[in-house]
């Protein structure tokens, strides 16, 4: 394949998310997007904005805060919620941990990634959420690729493979039982690239770590980690400066760097086209095992 | 830029998953880190050499069988546009998987393989092809590498799957058949050298190639209402208009519109996308429509021309396929969904089930189950504003919902 650079971004996609979003809006009574401030749910925030124009944006955005956030995606998430005008409903992982519910991990490699399901399900379940709306991409990972747009979850959040509902042609059927909800995916076609054309067609703001910049970082495993108190060391792990940027948003302890120079839409563009490493291969999360997504798709986490 | 969807269908070993890692492979769509993983994998397997397959058989249950068993969507772009491959099973008891995965699709893409020729699997495939009115079909005979890229051997697939095509009561407006080797990458993204007796493209150039009518100018004009947006904020006080996307035609600034199922009409003020305005709104383009005068529209209506709307139908004949372990229970009530409209609607009569495999009638088959395809007479409590499928298939689709188990337990085609 040539690597002629494709900006466009194919109407089609737009089309498509803007129909499920103003579906989900009339099929579910108290539906919700789940926020991670990542450029995925900022595109979802975008579309919903365009579904339901000149009325307001119908859903609060949800966000469980795992603590271990980068302060850039915080500060972004209160402005963008501050400047549309939108409801945001935050719920914390470190409540879930003094409730006794979930346990810090330890060790070098500990997370609050597989944490934040519980406070997740646990905010569903409070806030009577029947459809929480998901920037996940069938692309990204294999799992992932034989979601449906509807997916319907039990009372647990559990996702079954071999029980899903067929979808045919763009008919979306939402009826549920009392107790169960739906994981919505209008992104569910795009692609990493389409995301970003969009982002850059439609010129919208993202949190600045997408964006080179200079920052304290460690090398473990054959990645870079971004040095900070949530991040457990050992000795020889000595923080140095560097100019790095993020190709997704997640927790400081489990998304890692790229060494980049990129810092504007259009260098971040090329920069994927060329990337030898793919989007998810910078989550560590997803690095424990082969089906670890899968897994975690069952437990109910997206 | 376009989107182009594909579905592909094959039985377990013919090398579907092969062929679509080749793809992803030649187009140069996999990422280092998937393809150091595939090396990894492929070694573990003790296999010595990559294998693609790998790329695409997802799920835990799926790489231990080493067998495909949902619909997975599988992504890659060339400078020319986007492709969307819809990958379903093979085999018998996934029927259901492959007319979902065939129900968006543009392009059908048939693998047969090469020793084999045409197997049950290949009726099947060209079967729902058939009934879902799919306008491309590519026939893949796979595995030339393994008949010695005999020429005569293509050739007898080829006759075989014409006289197939002979018997059908609908022909797709194009059938395409290439010799490949998936595993050798033969004919995939690039010409052979080793089948030079084959004259034309190769399975991506041939892809390439398709074109659309995005104007869908033979289709009439179908918008299904999804919702009334009334804003009600000082800057749109008056604001009323109706959310949707374009099933089929276009709608234009100033058509005189009628709306069902209250049968007011009106005209169109403007159309609106966002901030924008715009003269036309094509099929499958969000946007918000609104009208001269206040008629009674609300979610489930449709607007469609004065001078050709559809019909209200009550009464209807349509074929379908059955997706749910619980059989069809003739005299019971299901939701009936018509892109979102749904309906309360009694099963009047089963009146036939189709062997798909042979295209005949199945004497004596009195009940349809899961994967069974048939024909029903069903009665639906309110009209629905239907087209046939063989004359507008955008508004010719339904599903069945039932009440209780809340599943979609069918997929029907208005007849």
Redesign the interface.
């Known amino acids: ?2 690597n ?1 650079i ?1 900006w ?9 998310a ?2 499920i979003l ?2 989900t ?2 099929q579910f009574e108290r539906p919700a997007i789940l926020f991670s401030g990542g450029k995925d749910s900022i595109t979802i925030v975008r579309l919903a904005q ?7 944006c119908p859903f609060p955005l949800l966000h469980i805060d795992t603590g271990h956030n980068f302060p850039e995606t915080i500060q972004f998430r209160d402005w963008l919620v501050a400047s549309l005008g939108l409801e945001l409903v935050v719920r914390n992982v470190q409540d879930s941990i003094n409730q006794g519910k979930v346990q810090e991990e330890t060790g070098k490699y500990a997370s609050r990634n597989a944490l934040q399901t519980v406070t997740l399900l646990d905010a569903i379940e409070e806030m009577k959420y029947d459809a929480c709306i998901g920037g996940a991409r ?2 990204e990972e ?2 992932r ?2 979601e449906r747009i509807f997916s ?1 979850r039990d009372e647990f959040g559990q996702w079954n ?2 029980m ?8 979306l ?1 939402g ?3 009392i107790g169960e909800n739906v994981r919505v995916f209008p992104i ?2 795009w ?1 990493e ?2 995301v970003w054309n969009y982002i850059r067609r439609e010129k919208l703001e993202i949190p600045s770590i997408y964006f080179s910049h200079e920052r304290d970082i460690i090398e473990r495993d054959g990645m870079y980690w971004p040095a900070s108190p949530f991040l457990n060391t050992t000795d020889e792990e000595v923080p140095f400066r560097q100019k790095v940027r993020f190709r997704t948003v997640g927790d400081m302890t489990c998304t890692a760097a790229v060494i980049s120079e990129a810092d504007k839409l259009e260098d971040i563009i090329s920069e994927i086209l060329e ?4 989007e998810r ?1 910078a989550r560590i999360d997803d690095k424990r095992s ?2 670890a997504m ?1 897994k975690r798709k069952q437990a109910g986490y997206f | 830029m376009e989107v182009l969807r594909i579905t592909t269908s094959g039985s377990v070993d013919d090398g579907k998953s092969t062929l679509i890692g080749r793809l992803l492979y030649d187009t140069n769509s996999i990422p280092q880190d998937k393809m150091e993983a595939l090396h990894a994998a492929s070694k573990r397997k003790g296999l010595d050499f990559t294998d693609l397959s790998l790329l695409t058989d997802g799920l835990v249950a799926e790489r231990e069988q080493g067998i495909t068993i949902d619909v997975a969507h599988i992504y890659f772009s060339t400078p020319n546009r986007k492709y969307i491959i819809a990958d379903t099973p093979g085999h018998v008891e996934y029927t259901r998987n492959m007319v979902t995965g065939a129900s968006n699709a543009q392009v059908s893409l048939i693998l047969i393989d090469a020793r084999k020729g045409i197997v049950e699997q290949t009726y099947r495939h060209f079967f729902i092809a058939s009934l879902l009115r799919i306008p491309y079909l590519v026939v893949c005979v796979n595995k030339m590498d393994l008949v010695e890229y005999s020429e005569a051997r293509f050739n007898q697939i080829v006759e075989d799957f014409q006289a197939l095509v002979a018997s059908a009561s609908f022909k797709a407006p194009s059938i395409k058949f290439i010799p490949i080797s998936s595993l050798y990458g033969e004919n995939v993204a690039g010409k052979s050298e080793k089948i030079s007796w084959y004259k034309g493209d190769s399975l991506l150039d041939y892809l390439e190639q398709i074109t659309f009518d995005h104007a869908d100018s033979s289709h009439p004009a179908r918008f299904p209402v999804q919702s009334v947006i009334r804003p009600r904020t000082e800057a749109f006080h008056d604001f009323r208009g109706f959310a949707g996307k374009v099933a089929s035609g276009q709608f234009n600034v100033g058509d005189e519109i009628i709306s069902l199922p209250s049968q007011q009409t009106s005209k169109i003020k403007s159309i609106e996308q966002f901030e924008k305005q715009l003269e036309v709104a094509q099929a499958r383009e969000s946007v918000v429509i609104t009208l001269e005068t206040e008629i009674d529209t609300s979610r489930g209506s449709m607007l469609a021309k004065v001078d050709n709307a559809p019909a209200l139908l009550k009464d209807i004949t349509a074929n379908i396929c059955w997706m749910d372990q619980q059989k069809l229970v003739p005299g019971k009530t299901y939701l009936l969904q018509h892109g979102i409209n749904r309906v309360k609607a009694k099963v009047q009569q089963l009146l036939e089930v189709v062997d798909v495999t042979s295209n005949q009638l199945v004497e004596d088959k009195k009940e349809m189950g899961l994967n069974d395809i048939g024909k029903i007479a069903i009665k639906t409590a309110a009209p629905i504003f239907a087209d046939a499928y063989s004359v507008n298939p955008a508004n010719g689709a339904f599903i069945l919902i039932d009440e209780f188990s809340n599943s979609t337990v069918a997929v029907g085609f208005v007849a």
């Open positions: 394949m040539s002629k494709q466009e971004f194919p109407q089609a996609l737009e089309d498509e803007i129909y103003r579906e809006a009339a365009k579904a339901f124009y000149p009325g307001k069938r692309d294999k799992a690729a034989k319907v493979a071999k899903q509902r067929p979808e045919l042609f763009d008919m059927n009826k549920i039982n569910s076609n692609t690239l389409d990337a030898k490493i793919s291969g082969e089906a899968e």
